[in-house]
């Protein structure tokens, strides 16, 4: 998707407003009616804040192996990384067996995120194409963003990027053998899980030098290349295994997903819209280590890791010259969008006492002699 210099024109930068306001209003609004409806529920509740430390890798891809009607071997690639911080609170309500956990993240603000790059290709009989991650009726998975390789960039664009995102998670637990879903009573067991998350994130590529293989070669900044909206929606399905011992507890955590991105991508030099719906499967994990330094306040660390894969199609509205409008017409282009990220997360729990005492029973061994060590000093 090559980005002539020549145009500037900025009008549509940032007409995709985020869509996650009306979100966070209504969950809001659910915990207020909660608390004063049934005060009671909230002995059972447990809540806390984290920051989360992301990397990775976002690509969107779309070509052809074999030759189009146009007789051309090629295809475009946009890509951007997933680094950036996340600030998260989490509230957890656990009855029995049964564990509900419900959150919030955000980056707050845009933030530096890396270098970007838009790539325009040609492919040759050498080149490959891998449109397959997660095959279910081989079971296989290829780990890999990327969908073509052994190509000649024609038009490759490298600038800065910025991210802003933000997310809500809701997911649920069943408990088995000793396993409990209060972090601060002791036993070890498996549980199964399911849930959803609802992710809005937006790129900015500025700061942008283009090259162009044209008579003679193009190659000077351009300033703003492109911005990249997305809402992703995931359900996740699976199970883990949770060990709890004393004052330290242990919890690992897999689930597969199945999931839909819709996106919009704006090439600011060209004045055109790219619009893709995408379906595909990923899959979570998560492995946890928790101190409990209190009878009611504990501290974790975790390491995420995250997939998704996915195929569809896009279509064009817009654009300058007689290839972008016509592009209009057609009915769409095939679509890749493939992330693959990881995050570092810290934590802490506190599991919220209304009533102003502490059950014993609920106390590990260990806590329970520092509480009965400090109340005799």
Partial sequence: MIQSHQITNLQHLGNLEPKLVPEFSRFFVFCILLFL??????????????????????????????????????????????????????????????????KLKTTGWNQKSGEARDEDFLLGTISTENTTNIATREWSYRDSATVYSGSRNFADGKGKSTLVENRIELYGRYYFQDANPDYWKEGSGFFLSTGARYSYFKYLFYDVNQFIETTPVFYAPIGIGLSFSNDLWEVFYGGGYRYSKGDVYFDINFMPSIGRIKTRDFHIQRNINFFSDNYGFGWSSKLEIGYKFDSNWLSYFRLNHRRFFSEGRFTSQGGLNAADLSSNLVSGFKSHINIKDFSLEIGVLNKINWENNSNPESVTPNVKQKIESNETN
Wanted: charged share 20%; no cysteine; hydrophobic share 30%.
């Fill in 37 to 102: 409806l049934n005060r009671p529920l909230f002995s059972e509740m447990i809540w806390g804040p984290s920051i989360e430390k992301s990397g990775g890798e976002y690509i969107f891809e779309t070509g052809n192996k074999f030759p189009n009607l146009s007789g051309i071997r090629g295809g475009s690639r946009i890509s951007f990384p997933r680094t950036f911080t996340l600030f998260g609170i989490q509230g957890i309500y656990t009855k029995d067996k049964w564990e509900i956990n419900g």
